[in-house]
């Protein structure tokens, strides 16, 4: 291909005459141009970044986001009751929603979610809609053949039922270390058919952490943000075989709002192959 002519030589009304240089020295001299104008990439001055690995499940586990301090301010105020909660979440929440907590089958109230932040269990994101963080401790009790416990469903105080087919699982206070989350849950859930005395070995290594997001089951519209801890552990003095049923431990004070809010009366739970549950 030949080369794309040049402009035309201009003469003006005197005797000076501006000529085209040659093509090749326009090409020497854009070359010098471009070495001398830009920087050189640097490659040790890229940015390496860790990556976190969760299992490839997009509609469960996702990769723990960075929170800023903007979008992500934990709300600390104390609500000095359950009215005042309510007034609170109720211009950040979709209102079919927010109507439904403690009257749809399976959800709880607003009495309970105040429980659960005077308790330590739970933090709320100050944005719209807010966005629930709890901690959660997941216990793989591990039986006879290997199999798992699983906690098949749930009877509330208000006669609904909730499914649950998950291991024990139970909120985390403030400053509670896994390993003793790990005791208080199986003292709450199981210690109506244990003894007094009550064993529980975890086993080493078995310990892992996990996120979970995805939309409350107990509060419609409240988006949740769970860190998962999870164990597999030994508990002597469980039956070995078939599906039994628990009584739940007083979960909170005596309060005008523990009455009104729903809770658990019994445990339903059933042993399963390890193989049916998610890892």
């Known amino acids: 291909m030949s080369p794309e002519p040049g402009p035309k030589p201009i003469q003006s009304s005197g005797s000076i005459k501006i000529i085209n240089p040659p093509a090749s020295i326009l090409a020497a001299f854009s070359v ?25 499940n997009p509609r469960r586990f996702l990769k723990i986001p960075i929170m800023s301090r903007t979008n992500h301010q934990l709300h600390h105020h104390s609500f000095a009751t359950p009215q005042s909660l309510s007034d609170w979440l109720k211009p ?24 659960e932040l005077s308790d330590g269990e739970t933090c709320l994101a100050d944005t719209i809609p807010p966005v629930r963080t709890v901690n959660v401790v997941t216990v793989r009790i591990i039986g006879k053949d290997n199999q798992i416990l699983v906690e098949s469903h749930q009877e509330l105080s208000d006669g609904s ?49 996990k996120l979970d997001e995805r939309n409350s089951l107990s509060y419609p519209g409240l988006p ?30 005596d309060s005008s709002a523990a009455d009104k809010a729903l809770f658990v009366k019994r445990h339903y739970w059933k042993w399963v192959s390890s193989d049916l549950i998610p890892t």
Request: proline fraction near 7%.
């Open 161 to 209: 039922v909730r499914n649950r087919c998950r291991p024990l699982a139970e909120k985390m206070k403030s400053n509670e270390t896994p390993e003793e989350a790990v005791i208080r849950a199986v003292k709450e859930e199981l210690g109506s058919i244990l003894n007094d005395s009550i064993t529980v070995r975890i086993v080493p290594g078995s310990y892992s952490k």
């Open 92 to 115: 950040r929440l979709p209102s079919d929603s927010f109507a439904s907590w403690g009257v749809k089958p399976g959800t709880k109230n607003v009495h309970n979610l105040w429980l």
């Open 32 to 56: 010098l141009c471009l070495f001398t104008c830009s920087k050189p990439y640097n490659t040790t001055s890229t940015l390496k970044i860790p990556f976190l690995t969760f299992p490839s």
């Open 224 to 253: 949740a943000r769970y860190v998962l801890h999870s164990v597999d552990a030994f508990v002597d003095g469980l039956p070995e075989e078939g599906e039994f049923c628990t009584e739940e431990a007083e979960e909170y004070a």
